[in-house]
C-alpha cells in the first residue's frame, strides 16, 4: 500500500512539464513586446506624424461638424476647412512677405556699409587693448562665438532645402492623414467598441468623445498663446516706432506654431522689421521676443494650454519638460496633450476600476465578518 502511494504520489512525466507551455508563451509575449518598442522607436517619425494628424482632426472635428449640420457633407466640410485656413495662411505670407523682402534688400544694400563700421570698432577695440590688456580676453571670446555663429548659420543654410522638402512632405502627409481619419471615424469607433464587453462600451465611447475634446482644446491653447506673441511683439515694436510692426509681428505669432525653429524665425523677422531703427532698437526688440519665448515656455503654455486641456497647470510644465527630455522639441509640443490623453483614462477607467475593487473587497470582508 506504500509503495502504491509513493507512486501514485509521483507526477507523470506529461505533469511534469504542464508548465512548458505557459513559460514558452509569456517568452515569445515578452520578445513580442520588446520587438513593438524597437519597431515604434525605429518608426518613430511616422508615429508622431499620425499622433499630429489625429490632434488637427480632433482640432478641426467642430468646425466640421457644424458644417455639416448646414448641409455639406464631410468630405467637402473638410476641404472648406482646409481651404478657409490655407486661405488665412497665404493672405498674411502676401502682406507680409513682400515688405520683409524688401527690407532684407535694403539690409544688403547697406551691408557694406555695417562692415566698414563693424571694422572701424574692432581697430578701435584694438587700440584700446593696449590700454586695457583685459579686453583681449573679450576679443578672444568674440571672435570664437562669431565663428560658432558663422558654422551654425552654414550648417542650417546646407540643410535648409531639405528641411523645406521634408516639411512639405509632412504637411502633405498629415492632412491626408487628418482627412482620412475624419472620413472613417464612426467605422473606427465601431471597431474599437465592438472589441470592448458591453457593459464597458458606453464608458469607452466616453472616454472616446473626452479625448478627442481635449486634443482639439490643445490646438485652440496654440491659436491663443501665438496671438498672445504676436500682440506683444506688435505693442514693442509699434513702441518703437518700426513702420513694419505689424507684419513682423503677425510672422512672430505665426511662428510660434512651429516648435523650436519657429521662434528663431520670427526672431528674424524681427531684426529686420527693426533695423532701420538702429542697433538699439534691435537689441530691445529682441530682447523683449527672448523675454515673452521665455515666458511662454516656462508660464504662459503651461498655464493656457493647462487650462484649456483641463489639466493643472503644474502637470503640464512636468509633461513638457519630461517630453522635451525623451524626444526633444517634438515631445514638447505633444508632451501637454498626452498628458491629457492619461488623465482621461486615469479619472474615468482607472480609478473607477480601482473603487469598484475596493467596494467589492469591502463588501467580501463584511460578509465573512
Sequence with gaps: ?????????????????????????????FLFTVGAFYLIAQLRFLVILIYLSIL?????????????RHGLNKALAILVIYALVGGVLV???????????????????????YVNRAQEEWERLGNMQQEYPFL?????????????????????LLGLPTKIATA??????????????????????????????????????EVLDEIGSRLGAYLRAKIIIMAIVGAW???TLAFLGSPY????????????????????????????????????????????????????????????????????PLTAFIAVIAGG???????????????????VIVQQVLIPWRQNQIAGADGGSDSVQ
Design 325 to 343: 527630455i525623451l524626444l526633444g522639441w517634438v515631445g514638447a509640443f505633444i508632451a501637454v496633450p498626452t498628458a491629457a490623453v492619461i488623465q
Design 1 to 29: 500500500m506504500a509503495l502504491e502511494g509513493h507512486l501514485a504520489g509521483e507526477r507523470s512525466p506529461a505533469s511534469r512539464y504542464a508548465y512548458l507551455p505557459s513559460i514558452y508563451g509569456a517568452l515569445v509575449l
Design 56 to 68: 488637427v482632426a480632433c482640432g478641426i472635428a467642430g468646425p466640421v461638424g457644424w458644417l455639416e
Design 136 to 156: 583681449g580676453q573679450f576679443d578672444d571670446r568674440l571672435q570664437d562665438m562669431l565663428q560658432q555663429i558663422g558654422g551654425s548659420v552654414t550648417t542650417v
Design 91 to 113: 493672405a498674411i505670407g502676401w502682406y507680409a512677405i513682400p515688405p520683409l523682402l524688401g527690407q532684407a534688400g535694403s539690409f544688403a544694400e547697406e551691408l557694406p556699409d
Design 245 to 312: 510692426a505689424m507684419i513682423a509681428a503677425i510672422v512672430a505669432g505665426l511662428m510660434e506654431g512651429l516648435p523650436r525653429i519657429g521662434p528663431w524665425i520670427g526672431r528674424v523677422a524681427i531684426v529686420i522689421a527693426a533695423l532701420p531703427l538702429g542697433w538699439k532698437a534691435v537689441v530691445i526688440a529682441v530682447v523683449a521676443h527672448i523675454i515673452i519665448d521665455n515666458i511662454k515656455g516656462y508660464g504662459l503654455s503651461p498655464l493656457i494650454e493647462g487650462n484649456q486641456v483641463d489639466i493643472h
Design 168 to 205: 512639405f512632405f509632412a504637411v502633405t502627409t498629415l492632412l491626408t492623414f487628418s482627412f482620412l481619419m475624419l472620413m472613417t471615424w464612426e467605422r473606427i469607433r465601431a471597431l474599437i467598441l465592438s472589441l470592448i464587453h458591453p457593459r464597458h462600451r458606453t464608458t469607452t465611447n
Design 233 to 235: 511683439m506688435y505693442v
